[in-house]
């Protein structure tokens, strides 16, 4: 069973930068597609950005053009550049595939926006 670790989180003022990675315990390299996900306070876990195989991306709408995913498969790491940041991006991010059933989630790290 994949065991996921994220970190990079903290704390940053609006229009600050973060990095945040994603690190499984075994190849993700058969895996299709990996993705971020992100869960704030009082609202459903959403979906992020996710990165297949062949490097291809896909964001959801709100964080277009501010962040960009990026996977090692030779490392088993996925990573989010986190760009101008704004504080509705205050949450927990996870990483996981986006295959069903999902790997185990990990704890997450938390990401923090202050205006």
């Known amino acids: 069973q994949v065991q996921l670790v994220e970190s990079g989180g903290g704390l940053v003022q609006a229009g600050g930068s973060l990095r945040l990675s994603c690190e499984a315990s075994?190849?993700?390299?058969?895996?299709?597609?990996m993705g971020w996900y992100r869960q704030a306070p009082g609202k459903k876990r959403e979906f992020v950005a996710s990165v297949r195989k062949d490097g291809g991306p896909h964001y959801t709408n709100s964080v277009k053009g501010r962040f960009t995913i990026s996977r090692d498969n030779t490392k088993n790491r996925i990573h989010l550049q986190m760009n101008s940041l704004k504080p509705e991006d205050t949450a927990v991010y996870y990483c996981?595939?986006?295959?069903?059933?999902?790997?185990?989630w990990g704890q997450g790290t938390q990401v923090t926006v202050s205006s």
């Open positions: 075994r190849s993700i390299f058969s895996v299709n597609a």
């Open positions: 996981n595939t986006l295959s069903y059933p999902p790997f185990p």
